[in-house]
């Protein structure tokens, strides 16, 4: 079974940077994209970005857009997540997933355990 393992979570103040990784065990050919969800406290699961295996292409939530960035390395399997200009409100649950090119979490079958991130103010 493949396993999908973030890491780079942490506390920083608001306004500072962090750097997501998720490494992925092997790669299947049932994924075509690879993303990135949250969830904070009491709150529901969110979509922040993804990305197509293929070609690149870029989805993004209104609220990260210009803060955000996902990329992969395909040659290590890894995935990343370039988080700029952080908010209190990013504070959340980060969560690594790999299935269909969607912003939908009920289209990605494969998920990491996660990694905190705190946003001071």
């Known amino acids: 079974q493949v396993q999908l393992v973030e890491s780079g979570g942490g506390l920083v103040q608001a306004g500072g940077s962090l750097r997501l990784s998720c490494a992925a065990s092997s790669r299947t050919v049932s994924w075509s994209a690879m993303g990135w969800f949250r969830q904070a406290p009491g709150k529901e699961r969110e979509f922040v970005a993804a990305?197509?295996?293929?070609?690149?292409?870029?989805i993004y939530t209104n609220s990260v857009k210009g803060r955000f960035t996902i990329s992969r390395d395909y040659a290590k399997n890894t995935l990343y997540l370039q988080m700029n200009s952080l908010k209190p409100d990013d504070t959340a649950v980060y969560y690594c997933a790999a299935g269909r090119y969607s912003s939908l979490p009920q289209h990605f079958n494969s998920w990491g355990q996660g990694t905190q991130v705190t946003i001071s103010s």
């Open positions: 990305i197509a295996l293929i070609g690149g292409s870029t």
